[in-house]
């Protein structure tokens, strides 16, 4: 735990350079990303006018030994880093305390703060906006989805640009990572496994592969671009959990491939969302997102979609565009009153209405004709059926069907495993898309 | 031709609401896209904090009807709409001049610019970046590149984000749109007479299909990125009228497609760079552009490859990014006495070391062994051979090989062409790409 306990005594203004050129910084954390950041701006990164000095860390144990060794001042006191006044507070703790309390009070002093916790923006986005917009400082966190990527901040600059009505996109590296390997053949426990041993999954990995990880930053996304303020909990969430590599094989096969997909439409004013794996059609810009990469569709916009892509986790790559976030956070005006504020609205979305890949498992299964027949009577229409796979001495089939409301595929397929004696797992598909 | 002739006396301030807050435009341009921006901003853009008033629009024809009627007031004389003091000026004229000296002028007079004018960023580019830090005056060119995704004043904000080594990119809709055509089997001559019906190719096409829009855009984005003022003809510029539909189908058997592509790397100091069609691995992430699509693939960010993709054209695209940037300019900071003017060198791009895309045909050819001993004799190494194509009565065989620079693919290719009296046609191809 974090204690308000004893500790060397910090004070940015003190410690300043008579020059005064340079952003101080008080690091909430010194984790890997945390040490990633203080190990950029000790290196006084190459291109930046301005350079940043740490003033010390948050840490929870103030003997284990860091990488900045003594370079980075330590302290388990958060508010001596605030008392300290710092140009800009860096929030790289994680979790929702200390870091809620913490963030809350950088904001009630008017110190700005960039943060990489799509966590605590996601469970307790409605405080610390309102915090912001009340002391007008700004509240940055360019690195909380597609880390590497900078496009967030973008929008916000931009009204004409970021009047858009959906988004899709492939946003955690770990489900990413893990469903490439199995389309290339290995099991779950495998490529679980592989994950762990390159440091793209936690020890832990529940908040990657249960889909909760995903899911918060659709609720980021979903009050950045849609104005909406939705508790994570209460969008459509699976994990990745149900999958066999030969679901995986049966996607290419039927003209596509399965991705950790995050989805959500505004249009009109009606908000719909989902998180979890979704067969996508070959020819949709996320299908050739693989491994560790992350990608975000935004539609639209006044031309056509818009695609960014690149690294999404990584603590240089997070590292890096914290400090652009210091930045401008530094150079950025005094914001409105901010507009976000004003304008979110809280939302609870529906399940949206999407396409959807079925699998069917039995002793043995009707011929794809009665298949179809039972499914198009309950109102479901197939787009593509795989051959019958009589591997492991049990009958499977996979189908696409075409889009319908999860009621709908969900009554049909009852139906099925009564009149067919099989047992029926389906995920969501997505339509394919230029 | 613009004429400094009379007109209706057009004041932005004596016009100005009282409440003052809007912000004044002056049009240098009214054809399409000028339109289209005086359309947006009489439609009192959704979204947008601050209303846009167009002060006025010059033109070269008074009398010509304008799709805007009557609501913008009409000039031919450029220094009256900025002796009207507006808040920005806009130039959507194309071309030189007269765009060049009014630009000077409303920099000189510290008046914020707007452009998506590549041509006159990549030949008078020295000048008027030189002009803006005098006056300490923001210069925006969003729409000049990829014209309907933002991402080019992101990084000027960024600098960790913009510590960039390389890029490539498909910028040019209309060649990317014919060869697209050109891949469904289409010949060339068809395929740019329906890009000129679907107005994506001008009735003259030479700057599109020659390579020139191109090679311009790639000397805005190396000023941008790799902080060189390169003249666009210094760039390797290659059209695409050398290209044939044959040429398309066996890109594709042989493992990718053929995108017009421009692509530069300044890793360490040396610049490289071409523009022209290219061989693309399938893997590559610019194969899948497609259409009018444009994207850009920037190289050298702290944690991998970032991809940009979406419109890269058209009058409602250009002009939500033109205003997003009359919003932004006006907005922003003055600029520090700004960085690119001081860091800019300039540089004479080298030719790059490339993969290469060959096709040879002639009345009868070596067969592929023979080819490949005369080319690896010479130092060049081939990757992938397609299978002897007779044709036309002609044998035509099409070769893949590896990196070398371009002295010595001529070199090699001439060898071949004496020894097995054949023509040789050669684009370059790009290295395979996670």
Redo the contacts between chains.
């Keep these: 735990m974090f204690t308000v306990a004893p500790a060397t005594r910090i004070d940015a203004r003190a410690a300043r350079t008579p020059a005064q050129d340079q952003i101080a910084v008080a690091l909430l954390g010194l984790g890997q990303v945390g040490s990633a950041v203080a190990r ?1 701006a000790l290196e006084s ?5 301005l350079p940043v000095r740490i003033t010390g860390a948050l840490v929870r144990d103030l003997h284990r030994p860091r990488p900045t060794g003594n370079r980075v001042p330590l302290t388990a006191a958060g508010d001596e880093l605030l008392d300290g006044a710092p140009d800009v507070v860096v929030e790289v703790l994680g979790g929702l305390e200390p870091a809620r309390t913490l963030v809350l009070r950088a904001l009630g002093r008017g110190i700005p703060v960039v943060t990489a916790n799509k966590s605590l923006l996601a469970v307790h986005g409605d405080e610390l906006f309102t915090a912001a917009a009340e002391t007008r400082t700004p509240l940055r966190y360019e690195a909380a989805v597609l ?5 967030l ?3 916000t ?7 858009l009505a959906s988004l899709c996109g492939v946003v955690n590296g770990t489900t990413n990572f893990i469903l490439t390997e199995m389309s290339a053949g290995r099991a779950y426990p495998d490529a679980l496994a592989e994950a762990q041993r390159r440091g793209f999954a936690e020890p832990d990995p529940s908040n990657d592969v249960l889909g909760v990880d995903a899911a918060q930053k659709l609720a980021v996304l979903l009050r950045h671009f849609a104005h909406c303020s939705v508790k994570p909990e209460q969008i459509e969430t699976t994990g990745i959990g149900g999958l066999c590599a030969r679901d995986l094989d049966q996607a290419a096969v039927l003209g596509g491939a399965l991705k950790p997909i995050i989805a959500a439409d505004w249009t009109g004013h009606d908000l719909s969302a989902f998180a979890g794996p979704a067969f996508v059609a070959a020819s949709h ?1 996320l299908a ?1 997102i ?2 560790v ?1 992350n ?1 975000i569709v935004l539609g639209g ?11 999404g ?2 603590p ?6 914290i ?2 976030d210091v ?2 956070a530094t ?1 950025q ?1 005094k914001p ?1 009153k901010t ?1 976000e504020a004003h304008r979110t609205r809280g939302a609870v979305p529906a399940a949206p209405l999407t396409g959807w890949f079925i699998r069917l498992t039995g002793n043995t299964l009707p011929v794809a004709p009665d298949v179809a027949d039972l499914l198009s009577a309950r109102g479901v229409w197939l787009r593509r059926v795989s051959d019958d796979d009589g591997r492991d001495g049990r009958a499977t089939r996979w189908l696409v069907a075409h889009p319908c409301d999860r009621g709908r595929i969900e009554a049909a397929l009852a139906a099925v495993r009564t009149a067919a004696a099989c047992d029926a797992h389906w995920i969501r598909a997505l339509e394919e898309r ?1």
């Design positions: 950029l990164c190459p291109g930046m006018q880390a590497g990527v900078p496009f901040g973008t929008f600059r931009r009204p004409l640009a970021a009047s810009s050739r693989d491994g990469q990608a916009a006044p031309g056509g979609d818009l695609l960014f892509a690149g690294p986790a990584g240089v790559a997070t590292a890096a565009t400090l652009d930045v401008e150079e005006p409105q507009v230029a």
